[in-house]
């Protein structure tokens, strides 16, 4: 059975300081696909990343980098010099491979403070 | 280009009736899929259409449903409401049925029941 889990509920940091969001997941495929998501108050959920299971190499983009460890079956992600412009629920999830349907975590509510 | 459009944005119903929501996915995505996001439970997958077929569905009564029109867009229709059906419902498209690609989410129709 798949399974994501995102420990932390809610997360408050101040302006600037760095952040890191954790994701754990279960499954019994050897092929999957992980996710994150973003759902600012608007409500839409917008796409940040998609790694497949084969590929471990760690992730940059601008501020934002992913750290996939399959040893641990985690995908976290950490936001670097965080902006108020950040602040957002923060969803990771699962899709095995042919089951095609997303898996999601409980989510994040990160709050960036001035 | 526009996005993946759902209507109406906000919904009011009262128990027992039915609720209808509406969602147009980007030009040229042939898949549709259906999310509820209900306080407390997180976001669970409802439906899946490609082509005009019902394709997979979640763990949901029968009263959930919905189709797909030949030019792709999509309706979800919900029978019998019931309080708990209070959730944002959001839809999600994509080129292929094959959801491990990047799938983009429309802002969401908010449905209460009372």
């Known amino acids: 059975a798949q399974k994501v889990t995102q420990a932390q509920t809610e997360i408050s940091v101040v302006e600037k300081e760095d952040v890191t969001l954790d994701c754990v997941y279960e499954?019994?495929?050897?092929?999957?696909?992980l996710f994150w998501y973003k759902q600012p108050p608007s409500g839409e959920l917008v796409f940040l990343i998609r790694?497949?299971?084969?590929?471990?190499q760690n992730e940059i983009s601008g501020r934002y980098s992913w750290n996939f460890q399959k040893s641990t079956s985690s995908f976290n992600f950490t936001i670097t010099a965080s902006q108020v412009v950040d602040s957002a629920v923060y969803f990771c999830?699962?899709?095995?491979?042919?089951?095609?349907?997303?898996?999601f975590g409980q989510g994040t509510r990160l709050t960036i403070n001035p | 280009e526009a996005g993946v459009t759902q209507s109406p944005t906000h919904l009011i119903k009262t128990r027992g009736q039915q609720a209808t929501l509406r969602c147009s996915p980007i030009?040229?995505?042939?898949?549709v899929y259906w999310y509820q996001q209900a306080l407390g439970l997180g976001l669970q997958f409802l439906l899946w259409?490609?082509?005009?077929?019902?394709?997979n569905r979640g763990n949901f009564p029968p009263r959930f449903s919905g189709r797909q029109f030949p030019n792709y867009s999509s309706e979800l229709n919900v029978n019998a409401l019931e309080l708990e059906d209070s959730a944002l419902y959001l839809c999600?498209?994509?080129?292929?049925?094959?959801?491990?690609?990047?799938?983009?989410f429309g802002q969401g129709t908010r449905l209460t029941v009372v």
């Open positions: 999830a699962l899709s095995e491979e042919g089951a095609q349907k997303l898996v």
């Open positions: 499954t019994r495929d050897t092929t999957y696909y």
């Open positions: 259409y490609d082509e005009g077929e019902e394709r």
């Open positions: 790694r497949n299971s084969f590929d471990e």
């Open positions: 999600a498209s994509s080129y292929s049925h094959d959801l491990q690609g990047e799938a983009f």
């Open positions: 030009s040229g995505h042939t898949s």
